[in-house]
């Protein structure tokens, strides 16, 4: 079947007008570009690519360091940075080099729950037909359901932030035994509107952003949208970059870590970005032309092995914190707007792969230039969400375009896009979902109780002071307190934030704001 939607798409692309046609072989990798435009845009493959302003620059892309040997991702217990001690039941906790609990499993529920770095807490649990929970701390995250469809396994996530309800749709592969969620696109445009949107527009476009409020002022140092955009690919790297600091603050908050001074996102790699988005909209195309015949899509063409088996260096941008290891054994974190580059597939027979950190925003994110192990999984869940935000920025184009200095699409270009065969097929979402998330939440948090009381009832090399619910009086941290005070209580934080007058001093599941050297708030 995936030779016979090959040639198919071969043969089409040669009729199709202002769109990005894809080698059969590669679909996201080398895109052949249309003769429809009189500019020819150079391939990234090729020795240079065009600038945000039109002019030819090269293209870079980092080494990894001498002696190396990434919309939720999955942390496997134990590993280099923490030590996993199996109870007779088979649940599972893991400890930190520090004896913080990083990581807890519980065998028969199929519950994982995880501790950050940075005090950020998850609960996860899988059914066993791959139905999914996951909450994080304060009750956002997202409910998958599998569903199938003409033979082929789909599965609908409705993830609820703030109140707000939103569906995205997979599709699903295997890598080496390891199961991935394939992002689908609810909905594809016309092939004319991703050639208008693949191709440079006839002169640079300004375009004014209007972005206003704290995440912009805060990131300024880090981010600086291009002055002009010779073509799309570059607005849309922009509006990729924008949205990924946008949550990152709204997840952070502007009382995070601070960011180092040096710390920028670089031309050359936002010039990376940029491939890459080119590179989707290649692929995206190539799923619509499918779509458009009625044809079912093909996972291993659309997802992250591809990527890994086609000879080329790629680019993610995080989308959710990821807590990592570096080469030199160091913990650390990526982030929302952090970019990591992979260079090369992981070695015969593992899931892992090798990348180095393109951009920080700075402690406790990994350091630029860093090499970091990410499992397969986790970079096709920074594909997937770089293919969804790419696609709101397509959505917002589709709508924006002819006005704002915008040039104007075709006519057959502005038509209403066409719902995927994952979306139009999906059951609704189920009843009190929001309501299952907070339920999921608490009950983790009680689980992980009952799991460190059974670690201390056996025995079993880790203290009864380490492991068990603590029998002494309850901590009690009360507004006013000096900071003294609670180091007392409490000892010395994970991390501090000095913002001058205030402070901000971040526990396992707790931070605590300190203004005039007093607690004002604790969360």
């Not at 072989?25 to 020795?47: D, I, L």
């Not at 190396?68 to 930190?96: F, V």
């Not at 899931?351 to 925003?361: D, R």
Request: glycine residues 10%.
């Amino acid at each position: 079947m995936r030779i016979m939607h090959q040639l198919w798409i071969l043969a089409l692309g040669v009729g199709l007008a202002q769109s990005p046609p894809v080698n059969p072989n590669n679909p996201g990798g080398s895109q052949v570009k249309p003769s429809t435009s009189a500019k020819t845009a150079k391939h990234p493959a090729h020795a240079g690519s065009s600038s945000p302003s039109g002019h030819s620059s090269p293209t870079t892309v980092a080494s990894l360091p001498a002696g190396a040997s990434a919309h939720t991702g999955s942390h496997t217990l134990g590993g280099a940075h923490g030590s996993r001690l199996t109870l007779a039941s088979g649940n599972a906790i893991t400890r930190q080099r520090d004896g913080r609990v990083s990581d807890v499993y519980l065998a028969k529920r199929g519950m994982e729950i995880h501790h950050g770095f940075t005090g950020g807490l998850r609960v996860s649990v899988e059914g066993s037909d791959h139905s999914r929970i996951v909450v994080e701390r304060g009750g956002h995250g997202f409910v998958e359901r599998p569903y199938t469809y003409g033979g082929f396994t789909l599965s609908r996530r409705t993830y609820y932030y703030h109140g707000r309800a939103h569906d995205s749709f997979y599709q699903h592969d295997y890598y080496r035994g390891e199961r991935l969620s394939v992002y689908v696109p609810a909905a594809y445009f016309r092939p004319e509107f991703y050639g208008w949107a693949y191709n440079p527009w006839p002169a640079p476009v300004p375009f004014s952003w209007g972005w206003q409020g704290p995440w912009y002022d805060y990131y300024r140092g880090y981010f600086v949208p291009y002055p002009v955009y010779s073509s799309p690919a570059f607005w849309l790297t922009d509006y990729l970059i924008s949205k990924s600091l946008q949550a990152a603050y709204e997840e952070r908050g502007a009382d995070s870590a601070g960011i180092s001074p040096t710390a920028a996102l670089m031309p050359d790699v936002k010039q990376s970005i940029a491939e890459e988005v080119k590179g989707q909209l290649a692929l995206e195309n190539y799923e619509a032309q499918h779509t458009l015949q009625g044809e079912p899509l093909d996972p291993a063409s659309s997802g992250v092995p591809r990527l890994l088996s086609d000879g080329r260096s790629h680019v993610f941008v995080a989308g959710t914190d990821l807590d990592l290891v570096d080469e030199l054994g160091r913990d650390c974190v990526i982030s929302y707007g952090d970019v990591l580059q992979l260079k090369n597939a992981p070695p015969a027979g593992s899931t892992t792969a090798q990348l180095v950190i393109l951009a920080s925003k700075g402690t406790p994110d990994c350091s630029v230039t860093s090499t970091v192990s990410v499992e397969v999984s986790d970079l096709q869940e920074m594909q997937n969400y770089m293919r969804s935000t790419i696609d709101m920025g397509l959505q917002e184009l589709h709508d924006k375009q002819g006005s704002g200095g915008l040039p104007a699409a075709s006519a057959s270009a502005q038509a209403t896009p066409v719902r995927s065969v994952a979306a139009a097929h999906a059951p609704p979402a189920e009843k009190d979902e929001q309501e299952a998330l907070n339920r999921q939440l608490t009950e983790g948090m009680q689980a992980e109780k009952e799991v460190a009381a059974e670690a201390a009832n056996e025995g079993s090399g880790t203290s009864a002071s380490a492991a068990a619910p603590s029998t002494a009086a309850p901590v009690s941290i009360a507004l006013g307190q000096t900071i003294d005070q609670v180091t007392a209580v409490l000892g010395q934080p994970l991390t501090i934030v000095d913002l001058g007058a205030k402070k901000i001093y971040r526990y396992q599941g707790m931070k605590i704001t300190f203004k005039a050297g007093k607690v004002s708030d604790v969360e």
